[in-house]
């Protein structure tokens, strides 16, 4: 499965890219390394489909070759019979998981790199744009234009708040970082602090400082987490949350993920066989039907609860799994009608 649908989205990415690769004069090597990365980041998020689909093609050719009747007929029960089956869910969950704990997360990465340097719109300078964060409880900061490649920020503004009172702002022209001493150049910023009898004033052209925050802050937050190992994401939810960032949710939906997906593997394959196992008058054809409608099914879900949890209060946790326990519920009620 893994073979026939992966090239076919290939060829469908080339032919709508291609264009723009050969305008921006994009070396062969970064375009061969970028599909395997494409080829690994999509076999991973479709991963779960795929199993379902080779499950159900592979069990619907034994079906209509009478061959499960045959090893049920011989005393064989079901269970034992989908043994194999799980076994085989097994070994390739556990495979898909390392991946991603490691592997897909460099994936993801130069995939999404790829995409920003040589296919967006906009030039290699990767300058990110209006970025708000809050680094602490009570300290939030705003950049309107951030270079990483040469590490100067514009318009860049830093507040603290004692409750719901503004306490201090900084606002700074443009800021530089100092990669030797991790120290800020800030040119043309001025410091306002507010006072009970009155405001503090300060001003200069130039000068030297060093601030709380990790120069990634500076820099677009939208696949993040997709980038990170289990350890680093880990660590870096943790800090988001001390922080109280508002893109929480998103960060937690990509966690609970990585381990949902091995899950669903069983459960999608479980139900495969119970739809695929009977011999149908449509053949496999209509076992095929059946499985993609199921398969949608479970797209559906799983996107609609990803992008509420992302977008809204709604518990990530409850978001991810979600699809989990209603195809689970599914899985069970196949399964018993298949035994009998």
Do not use: C, H
Not at 159 to 184: I, M, P, T
Not at 247 to 276: C, E, G, M, R
């Amino acid at each position: 499965m893994l073979l026939m649908f992966i090239p076919i989205g290939i060829v469908i990415d080339v032919s709508e890219k291609v264009n723009r690769m050969i305008e921006n004069d994009v070396p062969f090597s970064e375009i061969a390394l970028y599909y395997l990365q494409f080829t690994i980041y999509f076999a991973n998020l479709l991963f779960p489909i795929f199993l379902f689909l080779s499950v159900i093609w592979f069990t619907s050719k034994l079906a209509n070759n009478t061959e499960i009747i045959a090893i049920l007929s011989s005393g064989i029960s079901f269970t034992r019979f989908l043994r194999p089956y799980l076994i085989g869910a097994t070994i390739v969950s556990i495979f898909v998981l390392l991946m991603g704990f490691f592997l897909v997360p460099w994936a993801s990465e130069g995939f999404n790199d790829f995409r920003y340097t040589y296919l967006s719109r906009k030039k290699q300078t990767r300058e990110t744009a209006n970025v708000f964060r809050q680094i602490s409880a009570n300290e939030f900061i705003y950049v309107s234009n951030f270079n990483p490649e040469t590490k100067v920020a514009f318009n860049f503004t830093i507040e603290k708040f004692k409750g719901d009172q503004l306490e201090s702002k900084l606002s700074v022209g443009r800021l530089r970082y100092n990669a030797k001493d991790s120290s800020y150049t800030m040119f043309n910023y001025t410091k306002r602090t507010v006072g009970p009898l009155g405001d503090k004033l300060e001003s200069a052209t130039k000068k030297d400082t060093v601030f709380n925050f990790d120069l990634e802050d500076l820099t677009p937050v939208v696949y993040v987490a997709e980038t990170l190992t289990l350890g680093e994401l880990n660590s870096f939810i943790e800090k988001e949350r001390q922080r109280g960032s508002s893109n929480i949710n998103t960060y937690l939906v990509v966690l609970y993920k990585k381990y949902s997906i091995p899950v669903s593997a069983f459960i999608l394959t479980i139900i495969a066989v119970a739809v695929s196992s009977m011999k149908r008058r449509g053949g496999m054809g209509m076992n095929l039907a059946i499985g993609i409608v199921l398969a949608f099914a479970f797209i559906f879900f799983d996107k609609i609860f990803g992008t509420l949890a992302e977008k809204s209060s709604f518990p990530p946790i409850i978001a991810v799994w979600f699809p989990n326990i209603v195809f689970g519920i599914l899985a069970i009620y196949l399964l018993r009608n298949a035994k009998r």
